[in-house]
């Protein structure tokens, strides 16, 4: 699997992998990566389908996502390094803090979930990109993202816009089933890795109770609720997340 990725930082620095979410690219990050790659050797990349990532046939398991960003770091020569991600990219983090935890030093989950159901909601939305394409996910998705105020400047809705319509309609729904047939919650105690949890106040998709469930399992977890902000919580308030972000990360230098 060639996973499309972009390396910023000292190339002798501590590796953070940053994980996009679903309907996004790693310009997700592009915020974030100024302010990590003075102390970190930054790896961002694309999930199946989204970016320059291809976007072989579905369904998807959060095993093959997981297992993509092992082949990658695999490829880079990296055995250990910090893993952030939003939403889906979070789910890859817990998958890969439960199956491969000796890869993973310390872990950001940002509005994610290790449960996100009903199940049938992610195979009907998969179906609807499979036969219309991804037009059909633009309108009810932005106000998910964003709030209101956030959704008033237009650079940022054209370029949000434009990451989830250029995805690969059979790798954005290989990801909606990977989300369907997740199954995080009985491992989530076996974390071992120190892990921040950030959740956006004002988030409809994952809301800072399902940061709550993870934190109650994560032994050692902290929860951070960030307000104004939805689902995309390190575009809306990237300096409240850098901060954090670096904090936790550099705890272990």
């Known amino acids: ?4 990725h972009e390396l910023t930082g000292p ?8 994980s996009n979410s679903i309907g996004t690219d790693l310009h997700l990050w592009d915020e974030q990566v100024p302010a990590l790659a003075e102390r970190f050797r930054v790896l961002r990349y694309d999930q199946r389908g989204h970016g320059g990532t291809p976007a072989p046939p579905g369904p998807y398991g959060l095993a093959d996502l997981g297992g993509d960003v092992l082949e990658l770091l ?26 491969a935890p000796d890869r993973i030093d310390r872990l950001a989950l940002i509005c994610t979930s290790a449960e996100l159901g009903p199940a049938r909601g992610w195979r009907d939305r998969a179906a609807v990109v499979r036969e219309q394409g991804m037009q059909p996910m633009v309108e009810p998705s932005l106000p998910k993202w964003f709030t209101p105020e956030a959704l008033a ?27 369907a047939s997740m199954d995080l919650l009985p491992r989530l105690g076996a974390i071992a890795a120190p892990t921040l949890v950030i959740a956006g106040a ?32 390190n575009a809306e308030q990237p300096a409240a997340v ?10 272990s230098l």
């Open 1 to 4: 699997m060639i996973v499309n």
């Open 11 to 18: 190339p002798d620095a501590p590796v953070v992998v940053l």
């Open 74 to 99: 695999d490829s880079l020569g990296v055995r250990r390094a910090h893993f952030a991600g939003v939403s889906i990219g979070g789910m890859t983090g817990m998958w890969l803090a439960e199956h």
């Open 153 to 179: 400047d237009p650079v940022r809705v054209e370029k949000f816009s434009k990451a989830l319509q250029a995805c690969v309609p059979e790798g954005y729904a290989g990801c909606c089933e990977a989300i």
């Open 202 to 233: 004002e988030d409809p998709a994952t809301p800072p109770e399902h940061g709550e469930r993870i934190v109650a399992a994560v032994p050692g977890s902290r929860l951070e609720v960030l307000s104004p902000a939805a689902h995309l919580a």
């Open 242 to 251: 850098n901060r954090l972000l670096l904090d936790h990360f550099t705890r």
